[in-house]
């Protein structure tokens, strides 16, 4: 147990450490429910809202139907559907919808893979794919890539979470000239996720994270804090 307090300090050390120098804050809030079809077969629906902490605005609220399936232990591929209600411009009041469309293709259990021996250690890499519509706006297509570990903390249920994403975005800058019109595809957001998990009973579960990511070229700063909660239905 005294390693496992100085690991959880060490972790909220991390956490906190240099975040708050970040210029824009903000807060997601999510639930979700899941259902086992089969042992392959998985459907879920995520709703999740997403908070400016400084003007405590409603940034984002979204709805996410999805299907996923895993045909083998180490890979598992998914779709799903997100209608989002966002800001339309710089309006406070007036929203509109955007639509977005998510392929991911998982790798899961890569620990396995590399130690001789079962680990509490834990190792995915995901590739997601998205295509994203709203109203009046160009359509956004970005790849995304997501390496992410995790930990059990020996005689506890909690699952400790780090994870790293970069965000490439296809057609991200128009540059225009006197004859043509030309598209710069490029690296357009980074982030790194680090949290917990906790099963409470066999269906539910409780998700806190810290989140700062960078967005590129308008290097905007920003901090998520997360909190989120899950129900199986077995």
Do not use: C
């Not at 807060?27 to 908070?51: C, F, H, M, P």
């Not at 339309?88 to 890569?110: L, M, P």
Request: charged share 25%; proline share 3%.
């Amino acid at each position: 147990m005294p390693r496992n307090r100085l690991f959880l300090g060490l972790f909220s050390l991390m956490l906190t450490t240099g975040l708050w120098a970040q210029s824009d804050f903000s807060s997601w809030l999510s639930a979700e429910v899941k259902y086992d079809i089969n042992k392959d077969w998985t459907v879920g629906l995520e709703a999740q809202s997403r908070n400016d902490l400084r003007s405590g605005g409603f940034n984002t609220t979204f709805l996410s139907p999805s299907v996923s399936w895993q045909p083998m232990k180490h890979f598992e591929t998914a779709l799903s559907y997100r209608i989002s209600s966002v800001p339309y411009s710089n309006s406070t009041t007036n929203r509109v919808g955007k639509h977005r469309i998510t392929a991911d293709f998982t790798f899961r259990k890569i620990e396995s893979l590399i130690l001789s021996k079962k680990s509490r250690l834990g190792m995915s890499l995901r590739l997601r794919g998205t295509t994203e519509h709203q109203a009046e706006e160009r359509v956004e297509n970005t790849l995304r890539l997501k390496l992410k570990f995790q930990y059990n903390l020996p005689k506890t249920k909690l699952d400790l979470f780090a994870s790293t994403e970069v965000f490439y975005r296809f057609q991200r800058d128009l540059i225009y000239t006197f004859s043509e019109v030309q598209s710069v595809s490029a690296i357009n957001k980074y982030r790194i996720k680090l949290g917990g998990s906790y099963p409470i009973g066999d269906q539910h579960e409780i998700k806190l994270f810290a989140m700062p990511q960078w967005r590129y070229p308008d290097k905007v700063n920003e901090l998520v804090f997360g909190l989120g909660y899950s129900y199986q239905i077995n």
